[in-house]
């Protein structure tokens, strides 16, 4: 009798520990899904199996951490072994018995900083150490601990970051980051021990509701500071602290969609962006790592993995996110959501299986506009060519680097950027966050203000008018503002066409001075027949060849004897992450001090197809105009720069005969059919005008409107024109044609369409 009221006793202690949970990562479902994965799966069969291993052997050291958490609570709930749950109890007992969890440098300040990352950090392991092994805890146990982790992993950051009697930082403190990582944190540790603790739902409530303010964030203008997020779902901080900031949202959402599937989340649309701004700003390498934009506090390989496995987790599975995750779920994304970690593993979603031929339906280039980037690239294939474009902010995570860019092609980062190092090397702060640590113009050795990355700049680059058709790409980077102690105008062009990409910068001064513009490169460089310079790393190779004011010394002669050309100079800076390593890179700088320049120089794109025809460039020029011609694969295109356009001209408009071609246009772009009579309009087929009002040639328009706009019409001579047109609304288009029944795809809302047949031009009334 006595045996079977203790098994009746045991039974229901039994039965009240293991009561109903909802977990807040290491749900039912998602232990299921991964023990169905490990049976059907090779590679996470063989992640799990490494991951099993690495916590036996945790359970044989001395002072487990806890980050260990992670690993432990895992194996826990995939095997229900109670030696890893005793394991995870220790650490429980130990850290939350303890003072604090934060850094001795941020208590030392004033006033304390009580509630910063490591206990973010912190409070994140503990909470799912709590929530794995929460029906292993007995109730006093779970109360105990429940009760001192909200003195020092939840009470601090409340504190710190939201209560209005208490807190003195705001969304923009320390970044942008560091809010969602501290106070979403703490949200998803409330969420760990709600049951526990009656004010935690409050506590998860009042947390949530702040996550569309802190996205809606507009910026300091007092203190130069940026809104947290683009439009389009870009964050600033660079692809570092984008994954790491919008992650720690991303889990406590999770968490709370997990815990409290009843509850009505506040709706993000920005949500709906972000997973697209992470595969616009990666680079798909065949067969290797997936790389990614790296401006700023970055690396090269860091991506939006464990976001976009996130959203994923929260319903958003579109295909796209699909094919973005299978590429880079075996890369080296340290947030801890690749194959490779416990969390990464867990919540390692089933994807469809996707077509071979499968790419995003998504444009090849984009710009996000409010922060300052921009993508361009010429297919979503592995091992393309992509141009990336910084002319934005400066502050914090974010460098000195107005109107630089980087070229990715053929599987490498050729045209780099230089990176970053720890932040506790003096070279932080004296090189890689500066001007010459990036591909910029550069005016007596001066770039930006040194002093932006802390202050901020004052007045920010933009981006501007990007346009993309199907053998053609432009972009306008202005970065004057940044440059405005030293220059009144800095404005860099890029013009894509085919495999050449020109590079246009157009200069002025306050005063005369050396103008130069760098050029960082991965792989071996060096000068070819005194032409161009050979960036060359495996088979990826681009040469780079300056066109104006002039090019390099003919056939390789000695600078001395030509003073008048370029000069190619190799000055030493600093490998990414690695401060103790030289690392060389190039000035190309004008032949003499002056107040005005444009530099123009062409980045040809050289591959197995191209080699040994590689496009044929010419300058040509007159009175008030540089010209750049293109000849490849059975097309000319005619590059025009009017100099009238560059802003000397005041209250009158810029207009210039250039070779027969009348206009106001800043940028004019003609292609032809190689051969062909390049002064008969009837033999164009492409045509660009870059901030311009009309185009002329013998008394006839090609071109109107009486605002200036950018705009690119493709298959010009057809009866089918598709347009691309960047200009005010309200406005009349006119382009010409001899059809009357022309058909025209521009994208914009036509009120009316007409043809005038006395000019031969169809108008369109542009409403927006």
């Keep these: ?95 939350t018995k303890r003072d604090t969890w934060e850094s001795k440098t941020l208590l030392s300040r004033t006033p304390k900083w009580k509630g910063g990352l490591k206990t973010s950090h912190t409070s994140f392991y503990i909470a799912i150490g709590y929530d794995c092994i929460y029906n292993y805890l007995t109730e006093n146990e779970r109360q105990e601990i429940a009760e001192d982790f909200v003195k020092v992993g939840i009470t601090p950051p409340r504190e710190d970051w939201l209560l209005p009697n208490t807190d003195f930082h705001t969304f923009d403190t320390m970044g942008h980051n560091w809010w969602s990582a501290c106070v979403y944190m703490a949200g998803f540790s409330s969420l760990a021990i709600r049951n526990e603790i009656p004010e935690a739902q409050k506590w998860v409530d009042e947390i949530a509701d702040t996550a569309k303010e802190w996205i809606d964030y507009s910026g300091s203008l007092l203190q130069n500071k940026p809104p947290t997020f683009d439009k389009d779902g870009g964050f600033y901080e660079s692809i570092n602290y984008a994954s790491y900031g919008v992650s720690q949202y991303l889990l406590f959402r999770y968490a709370f969609q997990s815990a409290l599937p009843e509850v009505k989340q506040v709706e993000l649309p920005i949500l709906d962006k972000i997973g697209d701004f992470f595969i616009q700003t990666s680079y798909y390498v065949k067969d290797d790592k997936v790389m990614s934009v790296n401006f700023g506090d970055s690396f090269i ?148 203000n040194r002093k932006d990355i802390y202050f901020g700049v004052t007045n920010q680059g933009s981006l501007h008018n990007l346009v993309e058709g199907e053998n053609f790409k432009y972009l306008l980077a202005n970065a004057t503002g940044p440059y405005s102690h030293i220059l009144s105008r800095n404005y860099r062009n890029f013009v894509w066409v085919g495999d050449v990409i020109l590079v246009i910068d157009d200069l002025l001064a306050h005063k005369p001075g050396k103008f130069e513009w760098l050029l960082h490169y991965n792989g071996e460089s060096t000068l070819k027949g005194g032409i161009d310079l050979t960036i060359k790393e495996d088979d990826a190779k681009v040469l780079v060849r300056p066109l104006y004011p002039e090019t390099f010394p003919p056939g390789g002669e000695r600078p001395h004897d030509f003073p008048e050309h370029m000069l190619l100079t190799e000055k030493m800076g600093y490998e990414d992450h690695h401060p103790e390593q030289i690392k ?120 109107h409107s009486h605002s200036k706009y950018t705009a690119l019409v493709e298959d010009f001579n057809s009866g089918s024109l598709k347009v691309e047109f960047q200009g005010q609304a309200n406005t009349t288009l006119s382009i010409h044609t001899k059809n009357v029944e022309t058909s025209v795809d521009i994208g914009r809302n036509v009120k009316s369409q007409s043809f005038d047949e006395s000019l031969n031009m169809i108008q369109l009334k542009i409403t927006e």
């Design 1 to 95: 009798m006595k045996r079977t009221l203790l098994y009746i006793f045991l039974a229901l202690v039994v039965v009240g520990r293991a009561q109903e949970r909802n977990y807040l990562l290491h749900t039912d479902a998602n232990i299921k899904q991964l023990k169905n994965q490990i049976s059907r799966n090779e590679a996470v069969r063989k992640s799990w199996d490494t991951q099993y291993k690495k916590a036996e052997k945790l359970l044989k050291k001395g002072k487990l951490k806890a980050a260990d958490c992670q690993l432990l609570g895992l194996a826990y709930r995939m095997t229900g072994k109670p030696k890893f749950a005793e394991a995870i109890k220790v650490i429980l007992i130990d850290y």
């Design 301 to 448: 390989n860091k991506t939006g993995n464990s976001c976009v496995t996130l959203l994923w987790h929260l319903g958003y599975t579109d295909d796209k996110y699909a094919w973005y995750i299978d590429k880079v779920s075996q890369g080296s994304d340290n947030e801890g959501m690749q194959l490779e970690t416990p969390n990464g593993l867990l919540l390692h979603p089933v994807l469809p299986k996707l077509a071979d031929d499968f790419v995003p339906d998504l444009p090849t280039s984009h710009l996000y506009k409010d922060m300052g980037w921009a993508t361009l690239r010429n297919s979503w294939d592995d091992n393309a060519t992509m141009l990336a474009v910084k002319s934005g902010f400066t502050w914090n995570h974010t460098h000195a680097d107005a109107g630089s860019y980087i070229l990715f092609h053929k599987g490498k980062n050729l045209i780099i950027d230089s990176g970053n190092a720890s932040y506790l090397s003096p070279l932080y702060t004296e090189y890689y966050c500066q001007s010459e640590a990036h591909n910029v113009v550069m005016f007596n050795g001066e770039g930006q």
């Design 584 to 703: 060389p890179y190039w000035s190309i700088s004008h032949f003499e001090e002056t107040v005005r320049t444009k530099f123009v120089s062409a980045i040809i794109l050289e591959d197995e197809e191209n080699k040994g025809k590689l496009p044929v460039i010419e300058r040509f020029e007159g009175t008030d105009f540089l010209g750049v011609s293109i000849t490849q694969e059975g097309k000319t295109t005619q590059v025009y720069l009017n100099l009238l356009a560059d802003g000397r001209l005041k209250h009158r408009n810029s207009v210039i005969d250039m070779n027969g071609w009348q206009t106001d246009a800043y940028l004019t772009v003609l292609t032809f059919k190689e051969g062909a009579d390049v002064t008969n309009i009837e033999n164009i087929d492409e045509l660009f005008i870059g901030h311009g009002s009309y185009l002329r040639r013998d008394g006839k328009a090609l071109m």
